[in-house]
């Protein structure tokens, strides 16, 4: 319910810098699946710097801009590459938060479980030739053959605190 969440703000989360009451207010922020969709990471960054307090930790989740899931999930979504719009090696992405005011912590890679293909992919939108029984067979294969163990990750998830200034 809604009273659960009473400090969540359902707003576009580029212009809560423009808030001041959200003046280092939250101890963590968490953006998860985030970053590879936003053009405007300068107002990401302002958001990020002014709503997180001091030594606050940001948690972030990215995929593997030159791996298999993201190369394949921009092929399946030719119409917009899934809402894509970025893509990071892990060590480009750590180089862009520290050169945003942030301090490295920590990341470790993220295996991929595909429910994304196997439950939410949008046929109608894409308007592919593909069936949804075909869709589950493939999801069924990349679970089985594309795992940690032989070699295969999905992203990172990152941990970084704010720098104090």
């Known amino acids: 319910a ?27 922020v968490i953006l998860n699946h985030v970053f590879e969709h936003i053009n405007d990471l300068e107002s990401l960054f302002k958001t990020i710097n002014h709503i997180l307090k001091p030594n606050g930790y ?22 917009d590459n899934g809402g894509h719009v970025n893509k990071w090696s892990s060590d480009d992405f750590i180089d862009m938060l520290t050169n945003n005011n942030f301090r490295y912590v920590k ?13 939410c992919y949008d046929l109608k939108y894409n308007q592919c030739s593909i069936t949804k029984d075909e869709i589950k067979y493939l999801a069924e294969v990349f679970r089985k053959e594309l795992t940690p ?6 992203g990172w998830e ?8």
Do not use: M, Q
């Open 2 to 28: 809604d009273n659960d969440f009473k400090n969540f703000y359902k707003e576009d989360i580029l212009k809560l810098h423009e808030k001041p009451e959200l003046k280092d207010k939250y101890d963590v």
């Open 58 to 79: 940001l948690y972030c989740s990215i995929p593997n801009g030159n791996g298999f899931t993201d190369i394949f999930y921009r092929l399946i979504h030719r119409y």
């Open 107 to 119: 990341y470790d890679v993220w295996a991929d479980d595909f429910i994304w293909l196997d439950t």
């Open 149 to 154: 163990n032989k070699g295969y990750y999905y």
């Open 158 to 165: 990152f941990v970084f605190t704010k720098k104090v200034v």
